[in-house]
């Protein structure tokens, strides 16, 4: 044998593993943000009117199929209320879509 036996052979596709107690690189810390005051009732602020403007979507998605109803023949109420229904899915995987990717 060659004078360096205690060297492991390692296989041709192996990769580096750091060890699992390794550092960060850096040690700088990021600073903390200062919450201001105010910020929390401008959440509230803004979770009642989410809230508010939720209700308003709902109330306005049950009229729009009251008005599909009332001012489209019988025979065609079922196809305006499919357009309906379609136009909300897409628009609302639209949104979720929108909403993923800024995430």
């Known amino acids: 044998m060659s004078g ?3 060297a ?3 296989p041709d596709n192996s990769c580096y593993i750091p060890p699992a107690g ?3 690189m850096t040690t700088e810390t ?3 943000k200062k919450k201001d005051p105010g910020s ?3 959440n509230v602020v803004y979770l009642i009117v989410g809230l ?3 209700i308003a979507a709902f109330q306005l998605y049950f009229v729009i199929q009251e008005l599909i109803r009332t ?3 019988d025979q065609f109420v ?3 209320s499919a357009l309906y229904y379609i136009i909300i899915i897409v628009v609302g995987i639209w949104l979720l879509r929108d909403y993923i990717r800024k995430q």
């Open 4 to 6: 360096n036996e205690d």
């Open 22 to 24: 390794a550092a960060p």
């Open 40 to 42: 929390d009732w401008l």
């Open 78 to 80: 079922p196809v305006a």
């Open 8 to 10: 492991r052979q390692e």
């Open 30 to 32: 990021r600073p903390e």
């Open 52 to 54: 508010f403007i939720l």
């Open 71 to 73: 001012w489209i023949s």
